[in-house]
């Protein structure tokens, strides 16, 4: 079992930036995998960011298009934190944002979907506006 608490949301203005971090605590031999999701109202879950946390992979990140460029993600192995530096932010990125574990392969090519993720954070408000 794995046990994911977000935290560092916030509102800020357009163009601004925001950190999120997610503290993982627990173990699954399965899970190789960690990302952040987004929500807004009215949408389905997306994917953001993800990075593979075992196998031949580890290390490797991924973007969706949406972000890349203005989002980056960062892992720290020893605390076992995960964080999202997000940059020039805007308002489209208003959203709840979720923090994920999970077993994944070829997510660049299949895309950050949460079909790979099977744990799940309470999630945190991000509020962008102008």
């Known amino acids: 079992q794995i046990h994911l608490v977000e935290s560092g949301g916030a509102s800020v203005q357009a163009g601004g930036s925001l950190r999120l971090s997610c503290k993982a605590s627990?173990?699954?031999?399965?899970?190789?995998?960690m990302g952040w999701f987004r929500q807004a109202p009215g949408k389905e879950r997306e994917g953001v960011a993800a990075?593979?946390?075992?196998?031949?992979?580890?290390?490797?990140?991924v973007y969706d298009d949406s972000v890349k460029g203005r989002f980056t993600l960062s892992r720290d192995n020893a605390k076992n934190t995960m964080d999202l530096q997000m940059d020039s932010l805007k308002l489209e990125d208003t959203a709840i944002y979720y923090c994920a574990a999970g077993d994944c392969y070829a997510l660049e090519t299949l895309g950050i979907s949460p079909h790979f993720f099977g744990y799940w954070g309470q999630g945190t408000q991000v509020t962008v506006s102008s």
């Open positions: 627990g173990h699954s031999p399965a899970s190789n995998c």
């Open positions: 990075v593979y946390t075992g196998g031949s992979n580890t290390g490797d990140a």
